[in-house]
């Protein structure tokens, strides 16, 4: 645990790539087995699940401070961040184990065993919280911190599994891209081992395993900078869910871009063992589609997070695979084809395996680059976010890369919206009010429908901070209503109506334009104005 704390220390105090990696490569050259596994299970967003209610840690740490709960609340607020603030509370103690980081996870998991009937009587709750305190009492101020972030599962470092990746390939000495596609997949640091993800190479585990996806950036330049356009190819940009469909041994897997296995949640893609050959793999989207049109992204988030996907979800949120690239052909890797060869053999297979939740993705036709202009002006028409643009010669890659696909959205939607309430933000900004709700004009009332956090600078934070500060109407713990005086436009992706808002509408990808300085209050927009958004684009 000691040397992962120090590593932890390490990527916290650089934004430096090169530091990072050296740390990390530092770390794998000498730590064991089980904690190099679980590190990069960390990096890789497969943390231990939650063995312990956050109200309930809340609580401990409170008393345990010897501080009543509302003051360890408000603390929190200031702070930030529920891990490190229960580790400034409690006394700052000496290091006092020797406990590995895989030990320390153990510790963690096996709090499950000791599951509360949710009474403070409890039992098995009362020996939970010897436990945990015991632990705390083990680790000093910063090792607690970490510890608390592996019980909360609120982890975040600044590392992404790209960099850990790299510095997992100079550790070993095993390809970086060889490395991505065994990270990928349906693996569990509680069930596997170093050795077994790393080193060995089993046949069977790739019967499910993923390619790593290959991610787009939007398109930085003038479209003319691109070069010629007989050397592009145009496709929509459709708003659903990235996957990779996957046919091998007669099975069928259905990966989405966040390596989450969600096969269970679209059951009616089986059909496509019937239809397509195994060693198939195809990279597309999945959307809510009927009577030959997307039926937008709010219809397919209703089927998004549920358990169990009953014949009414599934009545009212048809789907389709919208498929654009193809990954494995008859079982062979061909990601290193071009475009053109592996849209040819993708357009063959849909064509040989027909059927209506598999569809091909559609050429946008376009000689000069006037032509596409026009057509992603006209994205929304088609339903769509915009185009995807893609060099017909290049091969699949891995992660975000620049160079041969681009993503050109469309402008935002935007309306102008009134301040309303303000709450405070997290991390860095924890003392300052940074998350606001915003409103719009009902008659002579003001009615909130959106929430935003991003899109300000820091300078125009500090100054609505200020604002919010001597403009308080009432407080309601770490929000507050404030004087209705400032006015910002709201750029989003999207609409849709909604029964969970007062407002009636909710918007996809809300996020603050502009500071509308020259704007006063009573000139803002109006719930008819989101009603008009909402019939032309909802």
Known sequence: MKDFVRLFIQLDQTTKTLKKVAALV??????????????IA???????????????????????????????EESYH?????????????????????????????????????EDDHTIESANLETKRQKVLWAWDQLDETERFVFNKLMTGSWRVGVSQKLMTRALAQHSGINENTLSHRLMGNWSAETSSYHQLIIETDPADKISQPYPFYLAYGLENEIHELGKPKDWLAERKWDGIRG??????????????????????????????????????????????????????????????????????????PVVMIAYDLLELNGKDIRESPLHYRRQELEKLVKQGASEKLLISEVVQFNEWED????????????????????????????????????????????????????????????????YTF???????????????????????????????????????????????????????????????????????????????????????TLEDLELLLNLYG
Not at 49 to 67: D, F, G, Q, Y
Not at 412 to 434: C, K
């Open 26 to 39: 530092e770390y794998f050259d000498n730590a064991e087995e089980s904690d190099k596994l679980w590190t």
């Open 42 to 72: 960390i990096l890789s967003h497969k943390r231990p699940k939650r063995t312990v209610r956050t109200s309930l840690l809340r609580s401990w740490a409170a008393s345990a401070a010897n501080v009543p709960l509302w003051l360890f």
């Open 78 to 114: 200031i702070v930030g961040d529920l891990a490190e603030t229960m580790a400034l509370m409690h006394p700052n103690l000496i290091s006092k184990h020797n406990k590995s980081l895989s030990e320390w996870i153990s510790f963690i998991i096996n709090l499950k065993n000791l």
């Open 244 to 317: 990779q469909l996957i046919i091998r041994e007669n099975q069928l897997f259905l990966w989405s871009r966040g390596e989450e296995l969600i096969t269970d949640k679209f059951p009616e893609f089986e059909i496509l063992i019937e239809k397509l050959p195994n060693g198939t793999v195809i990279d597309g989207e999945i959307i809510a589609y009927q009577l030959d049109q997307p039926l937008g992204f709010n219809v397919l988030q209703s089927r998004i997070g549920r358990k169990n996907v009953s014949k009414n979800i599934l009545d009212k949120a």
């Open 372 to 435: 596409l202009i026009k057509e992603r002006a006209d994205s929304r028409i088609y339903h769509a976010e915009g185009l995807m643009l893609k060099s017909k010669f290049g091969t699949y890659k891995v992660g975000r890369k620049k160079g041969d696909w681009w993503k050109w959205k469309i402008d935002p939607l935007t309306i102008d919206a009134v301040l309303l309430y303000a709450m405070r933000g997290h991390g860095r900004r924890a003392n300052l009010y940074t998350d």
């Open 439 to 525: 409103a719009v004009w009902k008659g002579n009332e003001l009615v909130p429908f959106a929430k935003a956090y991003s899109g300000l600078t820091d300078k125009e934070i500090n100054e609505v901070d200020a604002f919010v500060k001597r403009n308080t109407i009432e407080r309601f713990g770490p929000v507050r209503s404030v004087k209705p005086a400032l006015v910002f436009e709201i750029a989003f992706e999207g609409i849709a109506r909604s029964s969970r808002h007062k407002s009636g509408v909710a918007l996809r990808f809300p996020r603050m334009h502009r500071w509308r300085k020259d704007k006063p209050v009573h000139e803002a927009n």
